[in-house]
């Protein structure tokens, strides 16, 4: 036969779990079954003392403008508009490097000038680099 006993407790430190059942006699084989109750993610990130004095931290910071990052439009479009089009070259001219056509083994000469003159004309180093992972991202294309 078997007896169920249902008890309620909380984790403890390192995950420890206590049972105490005084009418079970040592030795007796027992399964145990956890039933979890969800808990409220707010409340789980405040349960820890370091971790809710972060959140806090960071929630006045916001609240007084500290510490944030600001992305304006015109150099969010600046910066990636512009390499999407460097991609969009990029494909352009490989398509026509796969082509046997003398008209398009001309447009493809002008094209693969123009992904060039884009790339030289990025800023920064970083923007170069990811540039260039555009590029190596295109299968079979190494540079």
């Known amino acids: ?18 049972l105490y059942i005084p009418e079970l006699m040592e030795g007796t084989k027992v399964e145990v079954i956890l039933l979890v109750e969800p808990q409220d993610e707010t409340e789980y990130l ?12 960071a929630i006045a910071n916001v609240e007084e ?7 304006l439009a015109e150099k969010w479009n600046q910066k990636y508009l512009s ?4 991609k ?4 352009e001219a490989l398509g026509e490097i796969n082509s046997n056509n003398s008209d398009k083994q001309s447009l493809r000469r002008q094209r693969i000038s ?3 003159t884009t790339l030289a004309g990025l800023d920064s ?3 170069q680099k990811e540039a260039l992972k555009v590029i190596e991202s295109v299968a079979g294309v190494s540079i």
């Open 1 to 18: 036969m078997v007896t169920a006993i249902k008890q309620t407790g909380t984790v403890g430190k390192d995950g420890k779990i206590e």
């Open 46 to 57: 405040l349960s820890n003392a370091a971790n809710a004095k972060r959140l806090l931290e």
């Open 65 to 71: 403008g500290k510490g944030l990052v600001t992305l």
């Open 83 to 86: 390499m999407s089009s460097s």
């Open 88 to 91: 969009s070259a990029w494909d």
């Open 114 to 116: 123009q992904l060039f």
């Open 125 to 127: 180093e970083d923007d």
